[in-house]
Nanobody, 125 residues
Framework: QVQLVESGGGLVQAGGSLTLSCAASGRSFSRYVMGWFRQPPGKEREFVAAISWSGGNTYYADSVKGRFTISRDNAKNTVYLRMNSLKPEDTAVYYC??????????????????WGQGTQVTVSS
């Protein structure tokens, strides 16, 4: 099993940047596909980005492509989400998630077994 704790959320003006971190405890972090999801107010949870075991393969939602960057440091058991050019529509609770099994990047939340508690990101206009 793995436990996940997000940090780095906050209030930022439109056009600004934030970096979210997700620290993992437990064994074999490098054998988990990691993902970031978000849940805007009153909406369903949605996929943001995911990264393979080694970080060599990443995938992004169209809405964040070119603005957000997912990365991981397996030596530190941490995955990051760098968010640039933030927009008010990026306002949401952001969650990191871990998926055991094959080294395949997936976008469906139900394919991830482990979740953090979430961190709020608010972008003001």
């Amino acid at each position: 099993q793995v436990q996940l704790v997000e940090s780095g959320g906050g209030l930022v003006q439109a056009g600004g940047s934030l970096t979210l971190s997700c620290a993992a405890s437990g064994r074999s972090f490098s054998r988990y596909v990691m993902g970031w999801f978000r849940q805007p107010p009153g909406k369903e949870r949605e996929f943001v980005a995911a990264i393979s075991w080694s970080g060599g393969n990443t995938y992004y939602a169209d809405s964040v492509k070119g603005r957000f960057t997912i990365s991981r440091d397996n030596a530190k058991n941490t995955v990051y989400l760098r968010m640039n050019s933030l927009k008010p529509e990026d306002t949401a609770v952001y969650y990191c998630a871990a998926r055991s099994g094959p080294d395949i990047v997936v976008v469906t939340p139900t394919r991830y077994a482990y979740w953090g508690q979430g961190t709020q990101v608010t972008v003001s206009s």
